[in-house]
């Protein structure tokens, strides 16, 4: 009888032995086995890259007390700053306000040449002249139907200024030479005329509603809502 018992001892120790051994041998093998992880792939956000027209020695237009790379610089361009910042799924940036695009594009041979071709380049300016139809803004395309976001900016200067009645809201032009060379090198763009500086109605709507505009202006490139 003890000899029995001695046996399922030894049998019931050498059982044991042999689950615990089995069971650490599917740990290790557990840990051992590479992991897959799923790694979200993020859509690189697009980038928009705001040019305030003239400056670096060139005025562009004269009139109401200022010109209009003064008025670019120190009136839009702050407000455009200030909206730009609130964008989330968007990259926006500015071209550097202390030189003109199209003196380092024609010139030196940088400006639009060294624009990354996936960019789109929004360019702003103000208009000039004289007679009846020397009021209200534009969009000047890159080609000869406009883009949703061209009908959006348009949308913006027809709600705070008025659209120039001579374009009804776009004109379609190949005989500007820095636009030129964006356009050869299939990059997007948009060239803003947000009404005349020489018009004291456009120049008063525009200083009344600058803030609107900027903000319209950057919901409407980005085709995002600020609140």
């Known amino acids: 009888m003890r000899k029995s018992r001695n046996v399922m001892v030894v049998c019931l120790t050498l059982l044991a032995v042999l689950v615990v051994g089995f069971t650490y041998k599917l740990s290790v093998s557990a840990a051992e086995k590479p992991t897959t992880q799923t790694v979200k792939s993020t859509k690189p956000m697009h980038h928009y890259l705001l040019v305030m027209g003239h400056g670096a020695g060139d005025p562009g237009a004269r009139g109401n007390g200022t010109t209009e790379a003064h008025f670019m610089r120190s009136k839009l361009l702050p407000e455009l700053r200030k909206y730009a910042k609130e964008v989330k799924h968007s990259k926006v940036t500015f071209y550097n306000p202390k030189h003109d695009i199209v003196r380092d594009t024609l010139v030196y041979h940088k400006g639009s040449y060294k624009i990354n071709k996936k960019t789109t380049v929004i ?8 007679g009846a139809y020397a ?7 890159h080609r000869p139907t406009p883009t949703k976001r061209d009908r959006r900016l ?14 009804h809201g776009y004109s379609y032009r190949t005989n500007l030479r820095n636009c030129n060379v964006l356009r050869r090198r299939g990059i997007d763009y948009s060239l803003l005329e947000t009404g005349f500086i020489t018009n004291k109605h456009d120049f008063k709507k525009i200083n009344h509603n600058l803030d609107k505009i900027a903000k319209g202006y950057i919901e409407a490139i980005t085709d995002e809502k600020i609140e």
């Open 123 to 130: 360019m702003f300016h103000l208009d000039s002249g004289s």
């Open 154 to 167: 348009a949308q913006v200067i027809k709600k705070y200024v008025g659209l120039n009645p001579a374009y």
């Open 135 to 141: 009021h209200g803004g534009h969009v000047i395309i």
